[in-house]
């Protein structure tokens, strides 16, 4: 068979053709590096990058080394099985042997097609098993078949030796069991002031899975030693304490001014052991800053948790225990960045309210109250000390005095202070307070508390119109004289609040004119409105629409005597209705809903 190929590829690529070729213009490449583990099967690809003229056909020999791999398969490559004007070439002969195989093929003996100038074509893929570990080279080669294969192309009907690139593949073996011992990143605080701070932190290991090399997993240990350095100008370990899921026999650990050690063997009899398919944190430690290297510290320092194998006497190496035998861990190292902060002294904000208050839109008169608030900012998670309990305080309250007038401001805390005193002024308020001159009462305000009532009403004519009118409550530091500030007393010292200003919305409401007396809505007075209201209350009559027009006796009630005041008035010289009467007006507040009750 090889040789008749042979004198059959001679006829075939003999010729006296004199165009000329240039070889690095066609590039034969064993594709690689691969990959692959014992045992595994590996896909190899030849490919033909045409860079030079139409070729007609070709021939080489894959050569590889047979201690690391052994020859499954060799089948065509996508461009090869459809050179042929979409089909397979019409000569195509290929042979295995125990060194690699060989390849012959003539795209058309008609010359009918060629592969034109193009990269990447794919010619075979030879597949593999990985035998042994190591590194094997697969190459393009001339000593395969007897008489044996060259590696050519044919172009015009000439044979060109292309340039030959070879291939790697990598035979990995099954790796022993690997694991990764990680100390933690973080941010920890400490007391910018002093330099103290404190922090625990929780160290962990896990296994990698290698699982698709062929080795097992997960695999399961009998102990571990670990051994953490840290600068021992920044932080100091006071305590260290494994974390395992039970209660080993052996747990030894020492605690040293740059780091620390620990060592672990889960059962003396080997009967409890642990895999760590997941990380698992297997120590916490717990450590204090070093005051004298961080006092008045105000940018964040950065400092490192580092696996070494130098602490102790003798040195403690960081390994895990797996079937009696020690192995290395990989190491991921941490790191924690030490940032200060301030206790803060006690704030507190004063509040304001924000409300909408009705006024009587025909008159453009109002009287209402509005409560004001103290409440205290819970800074103890920044270390402060909540609440704290306050002595007194004082506030100034601002309005627009074009349209509101404080009338009066009042104390109400839950107890009687010692001294409690307001100031009233056009455009606002203000008030001091001492709870006790001996300090006997304090007062804290961990929630909101109203300790401020002030009376205030709209200025008269400063209102009119169908639309709302919002104005503020501002707090002002500028009342009196001497001005009066708003402070919060703590501990004998004044603290500032944050004032939360305040909104009204004056809101307009009207009340209907009507003639008290006319319920029937016909805009008279007579026995007509006596029968109406007996219909209505007793017959299921209809309703009126103004309350206050059928209440004749203005006793605010509309009942049977409203009947009997009207009949009286009409017909025995009783008593004649109140205001609004006999004319059409408003009253304020009254209950009257309809304007088809006057003229």
Request: hydrophobic residues 40%; aromatic residues 10%.
């Amino acid at each position: 068979m090889l040789r008749s190929f042979s004198l059959f590829m001679l006829t075939i690529f003999v010729s006296f053709f004199t165009t000329s070729v240039e070889a690095q213009d066609f590039v034969l490449t064993v594709d690689g590096p691969a990959t692959g583990s014992l045992g595994a099967s590996i896909d190899q690809s030849v490919i033909f990058d045409n860079n030079g003229d139409a070729v007609a056909g070709w021939s080489y020999g894959v050569c590889h080394d047979t201690a690391l791999l052994t020859l499954t398969d060799v089948v065509d490559g996508a461009t090869t099985a459809t050179v042929n004007g979409g089909g397979a070439p019409d000569f195509n002969q290929v042979n295995s042997f125990a060194g690699g195989y060989t390849v012959g093929v003539v795209i058309s003996f008609t010359g009918g097609a060629s592969l034109p100038v193009s990269t990447g074509n794919e010619l075979n893929v030879g597949t593999y098993t990985c035998d042994n570990e190591g590194t094997s080279v697969t190459s393009l080669c001339d000593t395969l078949g007897s008489p044996p294969v060259e590696t050519v192309v044919v172009v015009n009907g000439a044979s060109v030796v292309p340039v030959q690139n070879d291939g790697n593949t990598e035979i990995q073996g099954v790796p022993d069991p690997q694991y990764t011992i990680t100390a933690p990143s973080d941010t920890v605080t400490f007391d910018g002031n002093t330099g103290v701070g404190a922090f625990t932190a929780a160290f962990s290991i896990t296994e990698v899975d290698n699982s698709a090399l062929g080795a097992p997993f997960p695999n399961e240990t009998q102990g571990f030693s670990l051994g953490l350095g840290n600068d021992s100008t920044l932080l100091t370990p006071i305590a260290i304490s494994d974390t395992l899921p039970f209660s080993a026999d052996f747990g030894e650990s020492n605690l040293l001014a740059d780091g620390w050690t620990i060592g672990v063997v889960y059962s003396f009899t080997g009967a409890t052991t642990l895999a760590f398919d997941a990380p698992l944190d297997v120590v916490s430690v717990d450590y204090d800053t070093v005051p004298g290297s961080l006092i008045g510290s105000v940018d964040n320092v950065e400092t490192s948790l580092t696996w070494i194998n130098t602490l102790g006497t003798p040195p403690v190496e960081n390994v895990l225990v797996v079937n009696g035998g020690s192995i290395a861990p990989i190491f991921e190292d941490g790191a924690i960045t030490l940032e200060p902060f301030s206790i803060p002294d006690p704030e507190f904000n004063f509040n304001a309210p924000s409300s909408t208050v009705n006024y009587d839109g025909n008159s453009g008169s109002a009287s209402f109250s509005a409560a004001f608030s103290i409440s205290e900012v819970d800074n103890s998670a920044l270390g402060a000390d909540f609440p704290n309990p306050s002595q007194g305080f004082s506030m100034g309250m601002g309005n627009d005095s074009a349209v509101l007038e404080p009338t009066a401001v009042t104390a109400t805390l839950p107890f009687d202070a010692d001294f409690a005193e307001g100031g009233i002024f056009p455009d606002g308020w203000t008030i001091g307070v001492v709870y006790s001159f001996t300090g006997g009462e304090t007062l804290s305000f961990e929630n909101a508390l109203d300790v401020v009532l002030v009376e205030y009403s709209t200025v008269a004519g400063a209102l009119s119109g169908p639309d709302a009118t919002t104005t503020n409550l501002s707090w002002t530091g500028a009342l009196g004289s001497p001005p009066v500030d708003n402070v919060v007393v703590v501990n004998g010292s004044s603290i500032e609040p944050t004032l939360n200003d305040g909104t009204l919305t004056l809101q307009p409401v009207f009340d209907i004119p009507f003639i008290r007396g006319n319920c029937n809505g016909d805009n008279k007075v007579n026995i007509a409105d006596g029968i109406w209201i007996l219909n209505e209350l007793f017959l299921q009559g209809p309703s009126g629409t103004c309350f206050a027009a059928c209440d004749a006796n203005d006793d605010n009630r509309y009942d049977q005597a409203d009947a009997i005041f009207i009949i009286a008035y009409r017909l025995q010289d009783g008593p004649m209705p109140a205001a609004p009467f006999p004319d059409c007006g408003p009253v304020a507040g009254a209950n009257c809903d309809a304007t088809t009750n006057c003229p």
